[in-house]
């Protein structure tokens, strides 16, 4: 039997606080019979803002003012639109790369604290590695291989759900600032850091599973390119290594403003050479024959998690926040 909604069973949300932006989703119980279990949930409701909290992180330290208070605007503007849209939501609220290492991001966690009732799950780079890895298997439960997840300011790498993984600091923002805009230094720089990657080499003529808004819009150009159909999502999108190896080098030598109106999202344009250098080292040192662009991430591989240890069914737990509907002192 199927069920068009479970209202008896809360809303599952994610606010994801990343380098690049924030993002608010929900996911809602539609089904009952389908296999695996998390194939029954579908989001319902998407939210993005491009913060770009990782600008000037490398260099400084610190979150940017401007871009900590887009942030915190954003959050706010989420936080209202949970009010309305689901507030019997079991909310989770994640932070990555740029929250993990800026010295000021306690005005950020505060803020969140006070409107949600608890302080963000700040991921470790491992942490990442493995819900990026559970949101790949969430839309190709089957999937193996390599599995890279680039951010904007860190790139998680894993070999599975149980094995072997990493985080590096290879984000796209990241990258264009220490590189100065220098695509050789930039090389340099992936160069390094993928050397140290051991499990690499046990890759050879594998899938690469690619996760991340970059990545994402460099297979919406391709099927662009190659006058292909563009679907809503581009789960599953697959490109011969070589053949990806080549596309990665069109985009590094193209200029971002001749990309920015055939990407959806126009703001990565300037990142979009960074994440086909990430791209082209990768597939060189791993000599994986195969690239698979996933639709799915660290949100995706959240509720993966959660549906497993039935976790929205826990009444009393410290990540099920309970909203705070008066406005934060402060923060007008």
Not at 121 to 140: I, P, S
Not at 145 to 164: K, P, Q, V
Not at 202 to 220: I, N, P, Q
């Given at each position: 039997m199927r069920?068009a ?5 809360p ?13 608010l989703?929900?996911?809602r ?5 389908l296999?695996p ?12 803002e491009p913060?770009r909290?990782g ?5 400084t ?15 706010r ?10 507030p019997?939501a079991?909310i989770?609220v ?12 306690d ?9 949600f009732g608890a ?14 890895t559970?949101?790949?298997q969430f839309?190709?439960?089957?999937a193996s291989g390599?599995f890279a997840?680039?951010g904007?300011?860190s790139?998680?790498?894993s ?10 600091p290879?984000?796209?923002l990241r ?6 805009g ?15 990657v ?22 919406t ?8 159909p ?11 290594g070589?053949?990806?190896r ?11 403003d001749?990309?920015?109106?055939y ?10 050479p ?7 080292r990768?597939?060189r040192q791993?000599k ?11 949100r ?13 069914n826990?009444t ?13 002192p402060?923060?007008?």
């Amino acid at each position: 039997m199927r069920i068009a909604e479970h209202h008896s069973v809360p809303p599952l949300g994610v606010l994801d606080i990343g380098s690049n932006t924030v993002r608010l989703v929900l996911f809602r119980k539609q089904s009952i019979d389908l296999e695996p279990r998390w194939s029954n949930w579908r989001e319902v409701f998407n939210m993005r803002e491009p913060c770009r909290l990782g600008h000037g992180l490398a260099a400084t330290g610190e979150m940017q003012a401007a871009n900590l208070a887009h942030a915190c605007r954003a959050i706010r503007d989420f936080r209202r639109a949970l009010a309305k849209e689901a507030p019997n939501a079991y909310i989770d609220v994640l932070a990555t790369a740029a929250v993990r290492d800026a010295r000021n991001a306690d005005r950020l966690i505060n803020l969140i604290a006070r409107a949600f009732g608890a302080p963000p799950r700040v991921l470790t780079g491992e942490e990442e590695a493995y819900y990026a890895t559970l949101g790949v298997q969430f839309g190709a439960p089957q999937a193996s291989g390599l599995f890279a997840d680039l951010g904007g300011g860190s790139l998680e790498l894993s070999r599975g759900e149980d094995s072997s993984m990493t985080s590096l600091p290879l984000g796209v923002l990241r990258l264009l600032e220490q590189s100065g805009g220098k695509h050789q230094r930039a090389r340099k720089l992936i160069r390094e850091s993928l050397k140290r990657v051991d499990f690499l080499h046990e890759c050879e003529d594998e899938t690469l599973h690619l996760v991340g808004g970059s990545w994402r819009a460099m297979a919406t150009l391709h099927r662009l390119i190659q006058r292909e159909p563009l679907p809503q999502l581009i789960e599953g999108y697959g490109l011969k290594g070589r053949k990806a190896r080549r596309f990665a080098a069109q985009i590094i030598r193209e200029k971002p403003d001749r990309m920015r109106p055939y990407i959806r999202r126009p703001d990565r344009a300037d990142t979009l050479p960074y994440a086909a250098l990430v791209l082209r080292r990768l597939i060189r040192q791993s000599k994986v024959s195969h690239v698979r662009f996933s639709q799915y991430g660290i949100r995706e591989g959240l509720l993966v998690d959660w549906v497993r240890q039935e976790r929205f069914n826990v009444t009393h737990d410290d990540r099920q926040f309970t909203l705070n509907l008066d406005e934060p002192p402060g923060t007008r």
